[in-house]
C-alpha cells in the first residue's frame, strides 16, 4: 500500500532553516510528480512545491519563492523541501503529496517564533 512518512519539522526561530523529507513507498516513485502542501491552523491546505519526477522542472508558490527548495533522490524514494530563512507565517502542518495519487502522510509540524 501507498505510505508517505514526513520528517524533519520542528520548532525554530524566524530567519532559521529546517530540512523535511518524505520517505514514499508502495508505489513508482520514480515516475511521479512529488508535492509539498502545508496547512496551517484555520487555513485551508496550500500548494507549496512541486517537483517532476526526473528533478528537473520545479515550481514554488510565491510565499516561498527564494527561500524553500524542493529536490528528491529516486534511490531512496524520498523528497525534500530545504527551508531556509523561516518566518513565523511559515508555521503549519508539512505534507508530501504525488500527484494524482489521492495518498498523504501524517504529516510533520513546522512553528516557526518570532
Known amino acids: 500500500q501507498v505510505q508517505l512518512v514526513e520528517s524533519g519539522g520542528g520548532l525554530v526561530q524566524a530567519g532559521g532553516s529546517l530540512r523535511l523529507s518524505c520517505l514514499a513507498s508502495g508505489f513508482a516513485f520514480n515516475v511521479y510528480v512529488m508535492n509539498w502542501y502545508r496547512q496551517a491552523p484555520g487555513k485551508e491546505r496550500e500548494a507549496v512545491a512541486t517537483i517532476n519526477s526526473n528533478g528537473v522542472s520545479r515550481n514554488y508558490a510565491d510565499s516561498v519563492k527564494g527561500r524553500f527548495t524542493v529536490s528528491r533522490d529516486n534511490a531512496k524514494n524520498t523528497v525534500y523541501l530545504q527551508m531556509n530563512n523561516l518566518k513565523p507565517e511559515d508555521t503549519a502542518v508539512y505534507y508530501c503529496?504525488?500527484?494524482?495519487?489521492?495518498?498523504w502522510g501524517q504529516g510533520t509540524q513546522v512553528t516557526v517564533s518570532s
Open positions: 503529496k504525488p500527484d494524482r495519487l489521492n495518498y
